[in-house]
């Protein structure tokens, strides 16, 4: 939806990420969106495994302070939730009105759902139909999963306006911040967000989800890595997971083997992870060639990334920003947590965008 056609509600897009809580407020300029508030508060390694929140107090009290120090002008927040406790599927089903399906959606979903129907919150889309049967994406999310989130934001003080998926927020971003900025581009999209504990991926044919999948695997890996070979604080493996082969050979402060023995053995992983989940679409989807992969998330902005990732898929790769889009204030357009962070905030940006909705 574009913001000058809706009747807006300001809402905070709050994204509770394994190692930073991320929070995007928006606010519609005439045909754009203007970037009005936006902040990161990183969070203690293991208060956040497989998108649980485990330590609640770390967690409310980060929340309460991000939102207190970047002065957010609303308590109304989106936030989402992903891994394990999330299920994604594209199954087809005879042409029914959409209030008959609302009725058949559950008794469909217990074929398709690995977890009892009565422990999941279920959703629906339809995707199109070819005259006979109807593609439908079902989403299926533990309930105590989004109560865990709920549990957080009410005990900081605030209200859930919305509760989304982290795969829909990417695919949210793309399609209302990064594709019109180039129309006339990619038709079908592979969007790889690389988070700290796991790696969203989503398939876009004309913004419409064709294949979805959370891989367990994520940044935080390399992280540990780095610490634990070269004896740093996480600070300092967090700035050195962008470091390059290019601009480490003349710094003498950057370990020589750290392109060989940690980056790069970790991009592999990584690749063949991602690369797995794209030959499976191929094998399945022979009809619909990817035409490019857009990298988002804290980790991908890891050094060569986007190098070896062109070189192992032969597609085009490339880093995206998703508040290049965005109108903002000079203040904001000189910080250097936004210009260097920006591809952290993918997924709080989609969420901030239902405050068009």
């Given amino acids: 939806m574009l913001p000058f056609l809706s009747n807006t509600k300001p809402i905070v897009g709050l994204d509770i990420g394994s190692g930073a809580i991320k929070a995007v407020e928006l606010k519609p300029a005439g045909k754009q969106w203007r970037l009005h508030r936006f902040g990161m508060k990183p969070l203690a390694p293991e208060a ?7 330590d609640m107090e770390g967690v409310t009290q980060a929340i309460r302070d991000l939102m207190a120090e ?19 599927k594209k199954i087809q089903l005879g042409i029914m009105p959409e209030l008959e399906l609302e009725d058949q959606i559950s008794l469909e979903a ?21 005259g006979e049967n109807m593609d439908v994406l079902l989403s299926a999310c533990k309930k105590d999963a989004v109560n865990n989130r709920l549990e957080a934001l009410e005990t900081a003080g605030l209200h859930a306006a919305v509760c989304d998926l982290d795969l829909f927020c990417i695919a949210n971003a793309y399609d209302q911040i990064l594709k019109p900025q180039a129309p006339e581009e990619e038709e079908t999209v592979a969007l ?45 493996a967090e700035r050195l997971k962008c470091v390059t082969a290019e ?34 679409f191929k094998g399945t989807n022979p009809q619909q060639p990817i035409n490019a992969l857009l990298l988002s998330g804290g980790g991908g902005m890891t050094g060569g990334i986007v190098k ?50």
Avoid: C, W
Wanted: without cysteine.
């Fill in 48 to 54: 956040v495994v497989n998108g649980q929140i485990k």
């Fill in 70 to 88: 970047k002065k957010f002008s609303t308590k109304r927040v989106a936030t989402a939730v992903s891994g394990s406790a999330v299920i994604v």
């Fill in 110 to 130: 217990e074929e398709y759902i690995p977890f009892d129907i009565e422990e999941v919150h279920l959703d629906f889309q339809i995707l199109g139909n070819d």
């Fill in 192 to 236: 790889v967000n690389v988070g700290a504990a796991l790696t969203n991926l989503t398939i876009l044919h004309n913004s419409d989800p064709l294949f979805t999948r959370d891989l367990m695997f994520g940044s935080a890996t390399l992280t540990k890595e780095i610490q634990q070979r070269y004896g740093l604080s996480s600070e300092e």
């Fill in 247 to 280: 601009n480490s050979a003349d710094n003498p402060t950057i370990p020589r083997d750290l392109q060989t023995e940690a980056i790069t053995p970790f991009l592999e992983q990584l690749m063949r992870q991602v690369g797995q989940s794209l030959d499976f």
């Fill in 308 to 357: 070896l990732m062109t070189e192992h898929s032969g597609l085009q790769v490339r880093l995206v920003d998703p508040l290049l889009g965005l109108k903002a204030g000079r203040s904001a357009r000189k910080s250097l947590e936004f210009q260097k962070m920006a591809p952290s905030f993918m997924v709080a940006v989609g969420l901030a965008l239902r405050g068009a909705a």
